[in-house]
């Protein structure tokens, strides 16, 4: 029902900042929730922050409160993280995704049916 492609992810040094871009395909964009999440090596899958579907309301794991800002353009169909004074503990492969049973924000993991294929961001020390 919607594909989604991240693009942005790259090297950078600690200290530094990446914009992730997720856009998606399909005309209902904007009734998604929207998500992005990580998993580094070795470790499980972990919610990094969502977005409301209008995109007035926002949650944010405590690790990158402060850091990262999730934005959203439904004329663009496109969700966006901003990553500033990235850490080497964000190294990981970030995904975007998709719920359309949900609101949001807030949305439990299994809420979300659609996911992209990550794309790599590593921090250097």
């Known amino acids: 029902q919607v594909q989604l492609v991240e693009s942005g992810g790259g090297l950078v040094q600690a200290g530094g900042s990446l914009r992730l871009s997720c856009t998606a395909s399909g005309r209902t964009f904007s009734s998604y929730a929207l998500g992005w999440f990580r998993q580094a090596p070795g470790k499980e899958r972990a919610f990094v922050a969502d977005i409301s579907q209008g995109g007035g309301l926002t949650y944010y794991a405590d690790s990158v409160k402060g850091r990262f800002t999730i934005s959203r353009d439904n004329a663009k169909n496109t969700v966006y993280l901003q990553m500033n004074s990235l850490k080497p503990e964000d190294t990981a492969v970030y995904y975007c995704?998709?719920?359309?049973?949900?609101?949001?924000?807030?949305?439990?993991?299994?809420?979300?049916?659609?996911w992209g294929q990550g794309t790599q961001v590593t921090v250097s020390s």
């Open positions: 995704a998709a719920s359309n049973g949900w609101a949001g924000p807030r949305v439990p993991e299994r809420g979300y049916k659609f």
